[in-house]
């Protein structure tokens, strides 16, 4: 899957993501052209739920807290920085790369279909 670019910072890593809220199902959607990831998001972008379920859906499927995830730029948009606190580029990379526990993977559907 690693397409997408992670920038190394100095306590952590960076990722660029698009969010595609009122999608039908929590998941990593694809990576575009730029590197950036594609997540769809079941939450509303409404009063902050989308950046509160894409927060969350991060630290589900980095194993990270959710104290360890911010959106560092594009908080009303749906381009985001995203900000990962204590895990180094390659390890977010291989746990993004890992199937998940997104809302398809519950059901025993891959997660991350393209």
Known sequence: ??????????????????????ARRDEIAGVMADGTLKINLKAKPVEGAANEALVGFLAERLRVAKSQID???GRTGTKKLISIVGLAPAEVEARLAAPGRAAGAAKGRPADRK
Not at 1 to 22: E, L, W, Y
């Open 1 to 22: 899957m690693r397409d997408f670019k992670i920038h190394g910072a100095q306590s952590g890593a960076a990722i660029t993501v698009k969010v595609t809220p009122n």
């Open 71 to 73: 959106i560092v730029a």
